[in-house]
T-cell receptor
């Protein structure tokens, strides 16, 4: 069955370190998204991609970067981790733009990141 | 960024009761979706709505795309303990921007 996975599921790191969170989907979806979820803020969009080599900034992109070298993966990098980036991070994917189901996003299980 | 206004913020109900929650936006939306999130998991898509006035069911869940295109409703009939979780609305506006609501936390008391 097609799925979307994230790794690691839990990560503790120190302020200033570079951290990369992995996201892998086997839906063959063109679109991939990264969100962070914090109490009182719901889900906020960090970065998104509509296809290979395409990346776009979301609502809260400062301090994060992504790259899309293939269809299946969209890793999220925190260049220099800060305590304000302690959060739960979710990756999602959806079908290509223009398709009827393009807005139906499917989510991974999440990565809980703690920055000390 | 724009957030969808979801209400109520939390609900505590007895098993067997019906549940209603809604989501409103200040602008017109082309798509409304409803997700459920269990603790420690990612949101799972429950229902997707694509047309104003559309009423769609998924088992005991029923959702409606408001006629004004600025709101949507989710109803759960005859609640059971496994309905516990956080329910999120989401939608896409006319500029194809995707937004999530702030969530409704549902507790079902056996």
């Amino acid at each position: 069955d097609a799925e979307i996975t994230q790794s690691p599921r839990h990560k503790i790191t120190e302020t200033g370190r570079q951290v990369t969170l992995a996201c892998h989907q086997t839906w063959n979806h063109n679109n991939m998204f990264w969100y962070r979820q914090d109490l009182g803020h719901g889900l906020r969009l960090i970065h998104y991609s509509y296809g290979v080599q395409d990346t776009n900034k979301g609502e809260v992109s400062d301090g994060y970067s992504v790259s899309r070298s293939n269809t299946e993966d969209l890793p999220l990098t925190l260049e220099s981790a800060a305590s304000s980036q302690t959060s739960v991070y979710f990756c999602a994917s959806s079908a290509a733009l223009g398709l009827a189901t393009t807005n139906e996003q499917f989510f991974g299980p999440g990565t809980r990141l703690t920055v000390l | 960024g724009q957030q969808l206004n979801q209400s109520p913020q939390s609900m505590f109900i007895q098993e067997g009761e019906d549940v209603s929650m809604n989501c409103t936006s200040s602008s017109i939306f082309n798509t409304w979706l409803w997700y459920k999130q269990d603790p420690g998991e990612g949101p799972v898509l429950l229902i997707a709505l694509y047309k104003a006035g559309e009423l769609t069911s998924n088992g005991r869940l029923t959702a409606q795309f408001g006629i004004t295109r600025k709101d949507s409703f989710l109803n759960i009939s005859a609640s059971i303990p496994s309905d516990v979780g956080i329910y999120f609305c989401a939608g896409t506006n006319t500029g194809n921007q995707f937004y999530f609501g702030t969530g409704t936390s549902l507790t079902v008391i056996p």
